[in-house]
């Protein structure tokens, strides 16, 4: 679920602007574009509005993949409503602004189709697969178990047997018209509507008071709650979770104060402070969080914990996935500090801007794969990779997974000062240049539990210490990311205007997931599989035996997955151009060309370091 910390409606917003390009010193931090918008103030009559719109699915017309699998219209309505209200509190001193917006949505969704097994084939009688070679029973103590493509009932795992059965019946018409023949099956059999429920509510306050006839004071907290959710692909959430079904729990929360104080007739000072912190969890549909369910279907030995619900991710080649999701539960909370202040000066045909912005971001996440164990079968022991569901049924399993529940705690500290000036050279000739000077540590993690691999003395992993920026996150600080902006607006004749500009922006967190965050790497993070390939006849383990259990303090570093980081690396930025002219050929007919270029320099990205030549 995408995070926005807050969503004000568009009747609160006295203003909204969008910087996408070579825009001034006073703002940084990112590469990309720059949004400002400014919740309304109240005055010193009373003001308001409200609202509501309403969609439902009386005129929808029904889908055409709906009608081509035998499913009716869905049911959809939609209510989006609130208002808004602004006033005094003491007139002409004080006001207040209040706005709230409710949004509920429950929308049927058509989910699939998803491939199923057939009723033969949960019995073990693979005929309706499309094989080009018989089965055969690879595993030395299975020897006669499939005979014409049929597993002997006394060969059928019971663990698999019982799970297999989580499996619906295959339910669209031109699949269920094929069942039985053999060579007929071909997936894509199972089709599925849910009503997917989608809840928000947002509101903000504002507080603006006038000290004295210069300084002026303002405060706001705004609140944005989303509830909703990815459908399922079946309605068992034991068995329906493997398609990444969902519930999000999203809660966004955001506060700024500001002073306003007018100096004097040509200089003015303000100082802001903000903070916003969003809560995301994203967790399995259905199911309670800390319950596994795996021990009811003779599932024994899975690892137990807080994360655990229902039964782990189980991969049958060739079918939809059983169980929960990978990467479920999965939540992040991230937040913001700032502290700004800047002051502004006219002198002459100058106009001035300095000043300071310390920023302190912070993001606890988990994100693991495998929180309570993985189980493949890829079809390897019974002779056909194409299906998995031939040794799933012998209780054959290729790869076994566990990731460690690792929380991980960064930060990063941020100092900027940036001076900017706007010249008017003439009537007809404006320049503005500027330079942005940014310091920001590398991700540090606030228990220094952070490794970086080192090629030294064969390879190996370095541990975080307490100390410096380097010695805390291996990784060295660059101090080098000076930001220089200009821009011109010049008017050679009437009705003609050329503009251009240049700036260099910063990229200071680049995340990529967290395929490159040093965090969760061992010893703190361990994310271990066990498989076998193509050949063997020996399972990782059967199902009807306990799963395997992993030993995180005893790890073979060429079994698990290591992130690496150069330790020496640079801060990405862009280089941003542009220019062109407007021309005005009418009061309302106006021409704007422009070229715009953006040119990446130290791009971060992945590769994999250990791949085959």
């Known amino acids: 679920g995408s995070v926005q910390t807050v969503q004000p409606p568009p009747d ?104 199923v097994p057939t009723p033969l084939m949960k019995q073990g009688d693979f005929s309706e697969l499309s094989l080009r070679t018989p089965l055969a029973a690879n595993v030395l103590s299975q020897s006669g178990c499939i005979t014409n493509n049929k597993i002997a009932a006394s060969c059928l795992d019971p663990t698999a047997l019982k799970l297999i059965a989580l499996f ?29 429920p989608t809840d928000t509510l947002s509101y903000d306050v504002r507080i603006d008071h006038n000290i004295n006839q210069n300084n002026r004071i303002f405060g706001r907290y705004s609140n944005y709650t989303v509830d909703r959710q990815d459908p399922p692909w079946t309605s068992d959430p034991i068995a329906g979770n493997g398609n990444f079904a969902t519930q999000y729990r999203i809660r966004g929360k955001s506060a700024a104060i500001s002073w306003t104080d007018v100096i004097s007739p040509s200089m003015l000072n303000e100082l802001r402070g903000g903070f916003s912190r969003d809560y995301a969890h994203s967790d399995p549909l259905g199911l309670t969080l800390g319950t596994s369910k795996a021990s009811d279907y003779g599932l024994t030995g899975i690892p137990s914990g807080p994360n655990n619900a229902g039964i782990p991710p189980i ?110 050279a003439n009537k007809n000739l404006t320049i503005t240049y500027g330079f942005r000077y940014e310091i920001f540590s590398p991700l540090l993690n606030h228990q220094n539990q ?93 199902l009807r035996n306990s799963f395997p259990s992993f030993n995180t303090a005893n790890y073979d570093l060429t079994k698990v997955t290591i992130h690496a980081q150069d330790p020496y690396q640079r801060t990405p930025y862009v280089q941003q151009v542009s220019f062109g002219p407007q021309i005005e050929f009418s009061s309302n007919t106006v021409l704007d060309i422009s070229y715009v270029g953006n040119f990446g320099r130290k791009q971060d990205r992945l590769r994999n370091a250990n791949q085959g030549l």
């Open 450 to 542: 952070v490794a970086n691999f080192t090629g030294a003395n064969g390879g190996g992993l370095i541990q975080a210490t307490s100390g410096d920026w380097y010695q805390r996150s291996l990784v060295h600080g660059d101090f080098n990311d000076i930001a220089p902006r200009f821009g011109f607006s010049y008017q050679p004749v009437n009705r003609v205007v050329l503009r251009g500009g240049y700036g260099i922006f910063y990229q200071h967190i680049v995340r990529i997931g967290s395929e490159s965050v040093l965090a969760e790497n061992p010893p703190y993070y361990v994310d271990q599989s066990l498989s076998q390939s193509n050949g063997s006849t020996t399972p990782v383990f059967f």
């Open 315 to 424: 991969n049958i080649s060739g079918l939809q996935r059983l169980g929960t999701a990978p990467w479920r539960p999965q939540s992040q909370i991230a937040q913001v500090w700032q502290l700004l202040d800047t002051l502004s000066w006219l002198t002459g045909s100058h106009s001035i801007k300095f000043g300071y912005e310390h920023r302190h971001s912070s993001d606890n996440f988990l994100d693991a794969q495998s929180l309570q164990g993985q189980i493949t079968a890829t079809g390897i022991y019974s002779g056909n990779s194409g299906s998995g569901i031939p040794d799933f049924l012998l209780g054959d399993v290729s790869t076994a997974s566990f990731t460690t529940p690792t929380v991980v705690h960064n930060y990063q500290i941020g100092n900027s000062f940036f001076l900017q000036d706007s010249w008017r």
């Open 168 to 196: 619906p019946d295959p339910n669209v018409p031109s699949a269920v018209a094929r069942q039985g023949r053999p060579g007929s099956f071909a997936g894509s059999n199972y089709a599925f509507q849910y009503a997917v």
């Open 12 to 115: 609160a917003l006295q203003e909204f602007r969008v910087q996408t390009r070579t825009y001034s010193s006073e703002f940084g931090t990112s590469t990309g574009a720059v949004i400002n918008a400014s919740i309304k103030s109240g005055t010193n009559g009373f003001h308001g509005d409200v609202w509501e719109f309403l969609r439902n699915n009386r005129f929808d017309a029904n889908k055409f993949e709906n009608n081509a699998n035998g499913i009716g219209r869905g049911h959809f309505s939609q209510n989006q409503f609130g208002g808004t209200i602004g006033g005094p509190v003491i007139k002409n001193r004080t006001f207040f602004f209040f706005d709230m917006q409710n949004l509920t949505s429950r929308k049927a969704t058509s989910v699939g189709p998803s491939s």
